[in-house]
């Protein structure tokens, strides 16, 4: 079994800032790429930002310059730094993660269960 877990969401003022925290347990082997989504009330769910197994990053343009996604290897864990927080910024930010499991060769992509973020204008 592999669990992934979100953290670390709340109420903020636009131009504040949060940092989200997303950790991958269990039957671990490797993690490969972790990403973070969000959905907008209303909105399809979008790709926010990528970190890869290689510590190459991707994000999307809305939030470039904002937002740092980060990731501790050993821990497992991935964080996303976000400041100049904007009302646009709102949603369920979701996280997931490509696991290989031990002992296994195949690989899945486990989500956690979303962390709300809410920016007050």
């Known amino acids: 079994q592999v669990r992934v877990e979100e953290y670390g969401g709340g109420l903020v003022q636009a131009g504040g800032s949060l940092r989200l925290s997303c950790s991958a347990s269990?039957?671990?082997?490797?993690?490969?790429?972790m990403n973070w989504y969000r959905q907008a009330p209303g909105a399809q769910r979008e790709l926010v930002a990528t970190?890869?197994?290689?510590?190459?990053?991707y994000y999307t343009d809305s939030v470039k310059g904002r937002f740092t996604i980060s990731r501790d290897t050993a821990k497992n864990t991935m964080y996303l730094q976000m400041i100049s927080l904007k009302a646009e910024d709102t949603g369920v930010y979701y996280c997931?993660?490509?696991?290989?499991?031990?002992?296994?060769?195949?690989?899945?992509?486990?989500w956690g269960q979303g962390t709300q973020v809410t920016v007050s204008s």
């Open positions: 269990g039957s671990i082997g490797i993690v490969y790429d």
């Open positions: 997931n993660a490509e696991v290989q499991r031990l002992g296994r060769s195949d690989r899945y992509i486990y």
């Open positions: 970190i890869r197994s290689d510590s190459t990053t």
